[in-house]
């Protein structure tokens, strides 16, 4: 076990917040983080473990025309952002994303750590994806109209390094997209700590909206959009409600995912953010020199 200082502020102080599953989160008394403390050490071999038992049954399905097609769908905002024509993936897991960004037009490259992922897009689906880290992949800066993560930050152990090094791949004017677990959440508060998405082992970095956009900012992004989606009042793994009790639960959430866009408590978070355009752009900043 090692301790850890917060990620986003550097303090060295941390509150304990919750226990679960033998981990502990902790929440940095200073800009508010959640962040897992200690953790284990060499945690990416357990993770690995634990995707490698469910690759062969989930891979395909990321390739499935119905989640091709959800996948194109959703990248289709981005494509306002194409210039440079190239889009990166950090976390590709299997490649299922990065496919139908291929099919949209884009020129994808992914990285994935864990390996078994990584070779399986490469090798069934011919997609590029690097087996490491991004701060290792030693990409070309400035290339990236879009630098894309679902379901990566939470698993982050520094995500202040990452968002720095997808700073310096984005093309000036590209953008990062973030999509996260939101601990601000109505379904936090509804199911409290037996959230399946609260899970030390694994996700050592719990996100808000407020601490999402600082992380996002100290890179040297401007943040340009913040949403969050989803309501859930029952574990994930809750028996479906029938007749009026399914009816009731929807009443509840509809409202509540109404004013999710106000609230910014659903249960993820998305956030756009740009890099700068850079001296060329002019209008973009009244000031001139002289
Ligand atoms: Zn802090
Ligand atoms: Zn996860």
Redo the contacts with the bound molecule.
């Keep these: 076990m090692e301790t850890v200082a917060?990620?986003?502020?550097?303090?060295p102080e941390s509150e304990l917040l919750l226990e679960k599953d033998g981990g502990r989160y902790a929440r940095?008394?200073?800009?508010?983080?959640i962040f897992t403390n200690p953790r284990r050490l060499r945690f990416e071999a357990d993770n690995e473990a634990a995707f490698l038992e469910g690759l062969a049954r989930y891979a395909e399905k990321n390739y499935s025309p119905k989640k091709q097609r959800e996948y194109r769908r959703s990248l289709r905002p981005l494509a306002r952002w194409r210039k440079t024509n190239r889009f990166l993936e950090i976390g590709s897991n299997v490649g299922g994303l990065l496919a139908a960004a291929r099919a949209e037009g884009w020129e994808v490259m992914g990285v994935e750590p864990v390996a078994e992922c990584a070779r399986y897009g490469r090798e069934r689906h011919g997609l590029e994806i690097l087996p490491c880290v991004l701060e290792v992949a030693n990409l070309p800066g400035d290339s990236f109209d879009v630098v894309y993560s679902n379901a990566v930050f939470e698993h982050l152990a520094s995500p202040a390094s990452v968002l720095r090094e997808a700073h310096r791949l984005a093309r000036p004017g590209g953008v990062v997209f973030i999509d996260t677990v939101n601990y601000d959440s109505y379904t936090r508060r509804f199911i409290g700590p037996g959230w399946k998405l609260i899970a030390p082992a694994d996700h050592l970095s719990l996100f808000t909206p407020g601490t999402l956009r600082r992380f996002c900012a100290q890179a040297g992004f401007r943040v340009t959009r913040v949403e969050t989606h989803g309501v859930r009042l029952r574990p994930n793994n809750s028996p479906r409600l029938r007749g009026l009790a399914r009816w009731g639960e929807e009443l509840v959430k509809l409202p509540l995912s109404l004013l999710c866009r106000w609230t910014l408590k659903g249960d993820s978070i998305s956030v756009l953010a740009q890099k700068d355009a850079g001296p060329s752009t002019a209008g973009a900043s009244p000031a001139r020199p002289g």
């Design positions: 917060c990620d986003l502020c550097g303090s940095c008394p200073h800009c508010g983080f």
